[in-house]
């Protein structure tokens, strides 16, 4: 294992009480691999990013990187690491190849070699024609991109990637994950967080699934699928009055209990044989004359374990494909989870200063 960290917790004192962030986190990730940890807002994601990077200590527990111990050695793990935050870290007025080139030099790579690497980076990151440009002028993705460079610099062991894509449009978030795979195919290990069920498809070979600073599940993204069996019907309703008709035949036909959609007119149920449950369920509503938009099935997603596994949903009120520049939209339970880290980010005065 690359990394290997066993017991992890950790308290913040904040004005309104001690909030638990991490309660006795075990994480193992085999080297060359990509490991996500996925979970809502406040899940505790961030936190295990900074204790593993260095940048704050646990109250308990273990962690060792590439042998290193992250408590006794810091200093060893920083120089074997390399980190991109959920904000890139970058110098506005500074063009994205200075950027990279100021990164080389904190790194003491001497101004050469600083150079040099910049270069490799910008012509990797297909940011060329933006290389010399200061970065203000930069879109989001462009910044995720010079940001994920920057983490590049030292050709790190092991990568960090804190939410690589919240934010991101639909085709930087792809650009995004194809950098990342390349990396991968170099032999670098990833550890990224995610509130994206289908970013964690798309790159990890394993998956942790958090909520409130614990692991509640773990696998691959088909063994968590398996935990909740198999297909899924969905019908969408024309008419919103005929959602009790609908709830009671696929329940017949169902292995669970029918949900209803927010807006009152899409009704899924798990199905056990899915083409059988399908045709019984249209055949009935035909039947009771409930007229249909559409009807279909479809396999289960990791939003469905997150369900299964917490009882809510994964606190985002949108699914992967609803990106848009402003951030996904978040639940009534994220919301509050923010508030309550903006006000504690706020005390900072009253918490472990970041060192
Ligand atoms: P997000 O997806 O919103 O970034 P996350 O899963 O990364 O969430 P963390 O940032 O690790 O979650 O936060 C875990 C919990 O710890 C949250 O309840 C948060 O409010 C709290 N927390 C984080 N940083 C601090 C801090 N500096 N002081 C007090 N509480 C904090």
Redesign the pocket.
Known sequence: MIIEAQGLTKT???KSGP?H?LAGLDLQVPRGTVKALL??????????VKMLTTLIRPDTGTAVIDGIDIIRHPKSVRRIIGVSG?YAAVDENLTGFENLEMVGRLYHLGGAAARRRAQELIDLFELTAAGNRPVKGFSGGMRRRIDLAGALVINPKILFL??PTTGLDPRSRIALWDVIKRLVADGTTVLL?T?YLEEADQLADDIVV?DD?RVIAEGTSDQLKAQIGGHRVVVALVDATDVGTACEILARHGSGEPSVSTDGRGVEVAVTDGPTALQNMLSDLRAAEVNLHDAGMRRPTLDDVFLRLTGHKADLTVTDNDTNASGPKLSKRAQA??A??RA??A??SD?EKVT
Not at 39 to 48: E, S
């Open positions: 913040y004192q904040s909030v962030a979970g809502p807002n406040g899940a505790g994601k961030t936190t295990v959920q804190d939410e967080t509130q958090i600073g989870k923010r309550q880290k504690a980010d005390d900072a918490v």
